[in-house]
């Protein structure tokens, strides 16, 4: 009698203890040896699930039967040739008709008669029910994960599944790539297509390796994914529903959407490559006009940039002469020394702070009672919500839609109340004040062009080249500060500290005037603005140490 030989493993998650489909061969052959009756008209080997009707080889199988190529099957069980009841009942029809005469397993003894075929029934009925029963004990488990806070399913990247206890943990060094992504787009400074460039050139990564997929280069469209993907700020999606989840959040809610701010951020020219670091910000001290920049290659190959005044192509012509890069990176070098915060100042300024802390801290706890306020408030809104569902007063997808909102709100305020309650007092303005006097420097020196613009952008104001030389005269309240000893009157904004009187031999040691002085400095208009500069250019220097340590 003329056979088919049929092996079938499937890659769902039913189908994983099954044996592999080499194995099932050799025990088929072991069947084949034993019997020399059979006549073997050719072998499938297919890796499909048989859970839903479809698989094109078992259909060619029973198609090439029904044309009498064949007279039956063998298989090394029943539950390799189906597992839903369309496939089960081609069998049993084929067997009625007497297109097929026989099927033979290796677990199994079928019987061609109306007792086989209906215990063959019986087991085909067995698969679909398992198959069934596994997917209600999927979907239970997937429930009570739900429930839990941890996302069914495989974990992003950046994490990992711990089998030993079901839940999603960080993974190592790709969870501090992917945090590295984040702030390098929170900067402000860099299009997603600038950091997959840095992800992919300079820092070559590649995405972690799980069974056959993974090791490969981050793709554009995966980054704009990981960017955008709720997680990472402690929520997922399900079946179109946001959870609030129980994994550890690798960005702050605030963080995250001010991020989709930046990624979707409508009508801003993307930042371009400048070719000079120093072209469109000193201008001519002669004339007026921009200063720009030219590169020009000695007889030896050695190639210069020069900045020079943009009318030296223009009639009347500027007859400012030009100026080195390295000499005018000289000059600017020597400013940024000479705005160091002495020694002295900086120790008044820490006791002067320190004390006043206590009054922010007091200030701070009367804040914080807002944002408890918010929490509850919003908490009972969520409550009313459900109620309202409950009655049926809201259908189905204004609830889920307004849910969301709430949930997101209430996750944006419980972070904001629990930075109040965990966070050290500090005052924020003389502290960058500090950190910018004495680090400029060296950040200059070791920066980028980009970190090199950004500091002269934030201590500078209007930049001049003139006579070969930068006139670099320092922003409020940036000041040339070796010189704050000798002049104490030059603390701060000027027309804000004339309503203190501070004692007339006070070098930065009134113990009366300490606090008044303090706050008119820092509520200088010129610090605040220059905090919010100061913090992109901290964010995307940390960016750059990050990376440097891995």
């Known amino acids: 009698m003329k056979y088919f030989v049929y092996c079938r493993k499937s890659q769902e998650a039913e189908d994983r203890q099954v044996m592999s489909l080499a194995s099932q061969a050799d025990e088929i052959d072991r069947l084949i040896a034993a019997d020399h009756t059979i006549e073997i008209v050719d072998r499938y080997d297919e890796a499909f699930s048989a859970k839903q009707p479809g698989r094109p080889l078992f259909d060619a199988m029973l198609k090439r039967i029904e044309d009498g190529e064949a007279d039956g099957i063998i298989a090394w069980h029943p539950d390799r040739l189906a597992r839903n009841s369309m496939d089960g009942g081609r069998v049993i029809y084929l067997l009625d008709t007497g297109a097929m005469k026989d099927l033979r ?18 087991i085909f009925g067995y698969s679909k029910y398992y198959v069934d029963s596994l997917s209600e004990n999927v979907k239970r488990g997937f429930r009570t994960k739900l429930r839990n806070g941890w996302r069914p399913n495989l974990a992003p990247i950046g994490y990992r599944n711990c089998r030993e206890t079901g839940t999603i943990v960080p993974d190592g060094e790709h969870f501090e790539a992917v945090k590295a992504m984040f702030e390098l787009l929170l900067t402000g400074s860099y299009t997603v297509s600038h950091i997959h460039r840095i992800v992919c050139d300079r820092w070559g990564y590649v995405t972690p ?58 009508n801003q020219p993307r930042p371009k490559k400048l070719a000079f670091v120093y072209r469109g910000i000193f201008k001519c001290g002669a004339c007026g006009l921009g ?74 706890s009367q804040a914080m009672k807002p944002l408890a306020n918010r ?40 972070e904001e109340l629990q930075r109040a309650q965990t966070e050290t007092v500090t005052f924020e303005p003389v502290r960058i004040l500090e950190m910018l006097c004495n680090g400029a420097k060296n950040w200059f020196s070791a920066g980028d062009e980009e970190t090199k613009r950004t500091i002269l952008k934030i201590l500078c104001s209007n930049p001049v080249l003139k006579d070969g030389k930068a006139l670099l005269e320092a922003k409020k309240p940036f000041v040339e500060l070796h010189h704050l000893a000798q002049f104490p009157h030059l603390r701060g904004d000027k027309d804000l500290v004339r309503r203190v009187t501070p004692h007339p031999n006070m070098p930065f040691q009134d113990p009366q005037g300490t606090n008044e002085v303090l706050r008119a400095w820092t509520s200088d208009h010129a610090v605040l603005v220059t905090t919010k500069e100061a913090q992109r250019l901290f964010d995307k220097i940390a960016a750059q140490e990050i990376h440097r340590s891995n």
């Open 375 to 414: 929490v509850k408030g919003l908490k009972r809104q969520i409550e009313t919500l459900t109620d309202l569902r409950v009655r049926e007063i809201v259908d189905d997808a204004e609830f889920l839609t307004k849910r969301e909102h709430l949930q997101l709100q209430l996750g944006k305020a419980e």
């Open 291 to 364: 200063v720009t920049a030219e590169r020009k290659r000695k007889p030896g190959g050695r190639t210069y940039v020069y900045y020079h005044c943009t009318r030296v192509h223009r009639t009347p012509r500027c007859r400012q002469p030009s100026i080195e890069e390295k000499e005018l990176e000289r000059q600017i070098v020597a400013f940024l020394d000479r705005i160091r915060l002495p020694k002295s100042i900086d120790d008044w300024l820490n006791r002067a702070t320190n004390a006043t802390e206590a009054e922010i801290a007091q200030a701070r």
């Open 209 to 266: 390796v799980w069974k056959s997929r993974g090791g490969k280069q981050l793709g554009r469209s995966a980054l704009y994914r990981i960017l955008s993907n709720p997680f990472y700020a402690g929520y997922f999606r399900w079946n179109g529903e946001l959870h609030i989840g129980s994994h550890q959040p690798l960005i702050s809610k605030a963080a995250f959407e001010k991020a989709q701010t930046l990624l979707h951020r409508p």
């Open 105 to 122: 397993f290796c677990s199994y003894a079928f019987e061609n008669s109306s007792q086989g075929k209906f215990m063959l029934n019986i």
